[in-house]
């Protein structure tokens, strides 16, 4: 932090940031001057190093919206990569989202019918779980 301090900043920039004041009213309204350096240095340090958050909106939805997944040994990845995008912005929760995700399936994996679906899962627990057998929740 020092070497960007001391190289990347100027003087100028140094001074101000060093010497950066609010005022505040209180409840009298009389008004207050407090040194807020630290907050200032914090919030250039921010910017400097991961760049302005709004900055990165575009960019974060133009991978979301592009964002494949090829082949199911690659369902890792593309869960991670897209949850993690997702969740860096601020209507991640929207329906929308959902449908992205699914529509990046294989297509094997979106052409499916719920009720293929439905059939292929207890396919699954039948092969789990001993039907045929009385005491199986025993």
Known sequence: MKCWWDNFLTEEEHN????????????????IEESTAAALLIHTITLHFFGNPKEDQASVKSILINLRCPTLSDYRW???????????????????????FIVGLPDFLVNVSL??????????????????LDNYLA
């Open 78 to 100: 593309y869960k991670h990569a897209f949850l993690t995008n997702v969740l860096k912005r601020e209507d991640g929760h929207q329906q929308f989202w959902k449908e992205r």
């Open 16 to 31: 101000r940031i060093l010497e950066f004041k609010r005022v505040t009213r209180d409840s009298s309204g009389i008004e």
């Open 115 to 132: 009720a293929d679906l439905g059939k292929i899962l207890l396919q699954m627990i039948s092969h789990l779980i001993p039907l045929h």
